[in-house]
């Protein structure tokens, strides 16, 4: 099972709105509606932004929001705040009990 | 709310085994799918495996024939073992539980990660 391909790097202006996307295939991205999303800061346990494509947790700030077409999931920040900057990871179920990571993708707030 | 804390020794030789528990406080480790995922130095993050409360167990293929997990529900603890080692295990390991019992994903509660170094 091969890693979910996700840019390695984006970067946005305060204010502004970044897309990450995060694709896979057919087997995984593509057959189901568990993708979520995870927020890395340095030295903290990760943080889960959205799961199930595009659902936010609760006290998720709603600058966060997710989507899928075809292979492909996306993650979008609106409204860029330098504490956003950190590493995203994509995650989806990959079918016989298997769970797939992207490989990450660190966004700088300029 | 749901803590997890995972322990063990930071320091493994190459070839030796790597183990790790991770202890659940807060509630119980009852119904769920209990996860190990590890992030090497400057690398993304990798699901190595998870237990379910039952015992029954499903690991990463890439990982398969060298990792066990089990589960303790009377210390509400489940552990990892990585046998034969190399220094491309190097990582910080993460235990985690996903947000629904029953449900694979997503994770909503995580350990805070320990290092393991393999080194000589």
């Known amino acids: 099972q091969s890693a979910l391909t996700q840019p390695a790097s984006v970067s946005g202006s305060p204010g502004q709105s970044i897309t990450i996307s995060c694709t896979g295939t057919s087997s995984d991205v593509g057959s189901y509606n568990l993708v979520s999303w995870y927020q890395l800061h340095p030295g903290k346990a990760p943080k889960l932004m959205i799961y199930e494509v595009s659902t936010r947790p609760s006290g998720v700030s709603n600058r966060f929001s997710g989507s899928k077409s075809g292979n492909t999931a996306s993650l979008t920040i609106s409204g860029l705040q330098a504490e956003d900057e950190a590493d995203y990871y994509c995650c989806s179920y990959a079918g016989s009990s298997i769970v797939v990571f992207g490989g990450g993708t660190k966004l700088t707030v300029l | 709310q749901v803590q997890l804390q995972e322990s063990g020794p930071g320091l493994v030789k190459p070839s030796e085994t790597l183990s790790l528990t991770c202890t659940v406080s807060?509630?119980?480790?009852?119904?769920?799918?209990w996860s190990w995922i590890r992030q090497p130095p400057g690398k993304g993050l990798e699901w190595i495996g998870y237990?379910?409360?039952?015992?029954?167990?499903n690991y990463n293929p890439s990982l398969k024939s060298r990792v066990t997990i089990s589960v303790d529900t009377s210390k509400n603890q489940f552990s990892l073992k990585l046998r034969s080692v190399t220094a491309a295990d190097t990582a910080v390991y993460y235990c985690a539980r996903p947000r629904d019992h029953g449900d694979y994903v997503p994770f909503d509660f995580w350990g805070q990660g320990t290092l393991v170094t393999v080194s000589s």
């Open positions: 237990v379910y409360y039952s015992g029954n167990t």
């Open positions: 807060g509630g119980s480790i009852s119904y769920y799918y």
